[in-house]
């Protein structure tokens, strides 16, 4: 192609348009098909990061995303390169993450030609939009253009998950034709603060109850502070899942911590007289149970008016922005403040459930807990050592301090993730802490963190493969089969890299190598094989 004649292409109206609303960073790798999405990004100011694997890319372009507050971004090529990436999707509707996929496809007219070309597929645009929240083939650079806002506009007014635009080659590399006001960022709506009656009832309810209870999930992560607030204001606990965590400093003393997986935990809400909701499905892979069972009244407030009683019927049910409802609501309770709930007994029972449930990894994560900075950013993987302790270990004071996937519960996702929060921002520290059959999926991303020059250690515990399946082979009376792993030597793998690899076999000796490694920077890899310790 001419450089001279294209300066002005479908892909430079797309990226262009992405970096208006603010993006600064896009994750992927270049493919003969999508080269005109890759040509504007230096002169648009766009960081490349290129990944190894597009699930790679879509990892880090979610945890990117939960640094910035926008939306991550990754481009991949055609066939292929799309379809490596449908995990880190399927992830992003999971979770109810804001994800741009853009990739090429077949030029008009040569859909489903089946004549061999390279990288043909079927039909990309269903195969996504089976998993996505919405997948568009456009016809023109101004449809792909009018995608990008709508995308925008989902993700600030609706349940963020992921969008896919898929571009045909022919329109993708003609000139875009789409005036520069087209491509500038379109006025933010107002956020929807609820339906008045509802609110009243709501409000009516929290000021007669006595034994309020606050569940904050995803969905509320934007309304930390009208939580805390809220929270403050009742008296009331607050038990947040997963993906909420943080959204009530958990060191405040009404926070109960993400620990909704525990019996203790879900009894504490279960037992209220008024559980308040904001911005949760309730879903089973978070509570580790088919439901929550509510004995009093349920408010529920949510983005979506899907929500509304999904895996828990609503007294009351509000549809809109969590932080909006929640403003609204504190103006129509009392302004004093309730002395706030004794929860003594109740953290003593969750943590004695805790660590009766596995006490060894129990011990292990509250060693490398301690080890870390108040104020890092820990990306988990779905191994042990998170979702069995880490997760409630650690104490987070923010949203997006810990980033994971429990629903989706992926496996590769933890270094990824970290690398997108490190090319985020260099204020905080970013470790990430993963198995050592989660790290196998994703140990070719740590050249691209050598490669991006990053800050970022990597903490893999290591007890000997898939230790979870092989307990429940056993527990099905199996013989152990496919889960007993050979280990490379990963503190050499690591140096073979470009990194720094250690190897820890005295446990008096993790925390003071995890500091060590988060102090002398670059990438870092600090092996605990757990049977040594």
């Known amino acids: 192609?001419?450089?001279?004649?294209?300066?002005?292409?479908?892909?430079?109206?797309?990226?262009?348009?992405?970096?208006a609303y603010g993006v600064t960073a896009i994750f992927?790798?270049?493919?003969?098909?999508?080269?005109?999405?890759?040509?504007?990004?230096?002169?648009?100011?766009?960081?490349?990061v290129t990944n190894r694997h597009e699930q790679g890319s879509g990892y880090g372009a979610d945890g990117w995303a939960q640094q910035t507050g926008l939306p991550g971004v990754v481009i991949t090529t055609s066939g292929p390169g799309l379809q490596n990436a449908m995990s880190a999707i399927g992830t992003a509707f999971c979770e109810s993450r804001p994800l741009i996929v853009l990739s090429p496809g077949v030029p008009l007219g040569a859909e489903f030609a089946d004549v061999?070309?390279?990288?043909?597929?079927?039909?990309?645009?269903?195969?996504?939009g089976a998993i996505a929240e919405w997948s568009r083939r456009v016809t023109s650079a101004a449809e792909a253009v009018d995608a990008v806002h709508d995308a925008f506009a989902l993700f600030r007014t609706g349940r963020p998950r992921p969008v896919h635009i898929e571009i045909p080659l022919d329109v993708l590399e003609a000139p875009a034709g789409v005036p520069a006001e087209a491509r500038r960022p379109r006025p933010v709506p107002a956020r929807a603060s609820g339906d008045p009656q509802a609110l009243a009832v709501a409000a009516r309810l929290l000021v007669g109850a006595k034994t309020p209870v606050i569940v904050a999930g995803g969905g509320a992560v934007d309304a930390a502070h009208e939580v805390t607030v809220v929270a403050e204001r009742l008296g009331a606990p607050v038990l947040t899942t997963l993906n909420g965590k943080g959204v009530v400093d958990e060191r405040h003393p009404l926070a109960l911590g993400s620990n909704l997986r525990l019996a203790a935990a879900r009894a504490v809400a279960e037992d209220a007289d008024v559980l308040l909701v904001v911005g949760s499905k309730l879903?089973?892979?978070e509570l580790w149970a088919p439901r929550l069972e509510a004995r009093g009244s349920v408010i529920r407030i949510d983005i979506s008016p899907a929500q509304r009683d999904k895996n828990l019927a609503a007294t009351v049910g509000i549809a809109g922005d969590a932080a909006a409802v929640l403003e609204a609501l504190l103006a129509a309770l009392p302004a004093e403040t309730r002395p706030p709930r004794e929860l003594t007994a109740e953290r003593a029972a969750i943590a004695a459930e805790m660590r009766e449930t596995a006490p060894e990894t129990v011990a292990l994560a509250e060693i490398i807990a301690g080890a870390l900075p108040d104020d890092a950013i820990v990306a988990g993987d779905s191994s042990q050592i998170v979702y069995m302790a880490l997760g409630s270990v650690l104490a987070s004071a923010h949203p997006h301090s810990l980033l994971y996937t429990p629903t989706?519960?992926?496996?590769?996702?933890?270094?990824?993730?970290?690398?997108?929060?490190?090319?985020a921002q260099t204020e905080h520290p970013v470790?990430?802490?993963?198995?050592?059959?989660?790290?196998?999926?994703?140990?070719?991303?740590?050249?691209t963190a050598i490669?991006?020059?990053?800050?970022?250690?990597?903490?893999?515990?290591?007890?000997?493969g898939y230790a979870e399946i092989r307990q429940n082979e056993l527990d099905r009376g199996m013989t152990p089969i496919g889960v007993d792993l050979v280990q490379p030597d990963w503190a050499a793998l690591a140096t073979a890299f470009g990194a720094t690899g250690r190897r820890v076999e005295n446990r008096d000796d993790i925390a003071s190598s995890i500091r060590a490694a988060i102090a002398d920077g670059g990438v870092q890899l600090v092996h605990l094989p757990q049977n040594a310790l």
């Open 1 to 19: 192609m001419n450089s001279e004649q294209y300066t002005d292409t479908a892909g430079r109206a797309v990226l262009e348009t992405i970096r």
């Open 28 to 48: 992927g790798i270049p493919g003969t098909h999508n080269l005109e999405l890759y040509r504007p990004l230096a002169d648009l100011g766009i960081r490349a």
């Open 116 to 128: 061999g070309t390279l990288h043909e597929t079927k039909d990309a645009t269903a195969m996504v």
């Open 283 to 285: 879903g089973e892979a």
């Open 408 to 423: 989706y519960a992926t496996l590769g996702y933890g270094l990824p993730a970290a690398i997108g929060a490190r090319v």
């Open 431 to 447: 470790v990430t802490v993963i198995g050592d059959g989660a790290l196998m999926f994703c140990v070719n991303e740590l050249v």
């Open 451 to 464: 490669e991006q020059r990053l800050d970022l250690t990597i903490v893999c515990i290591d007890n000997g």
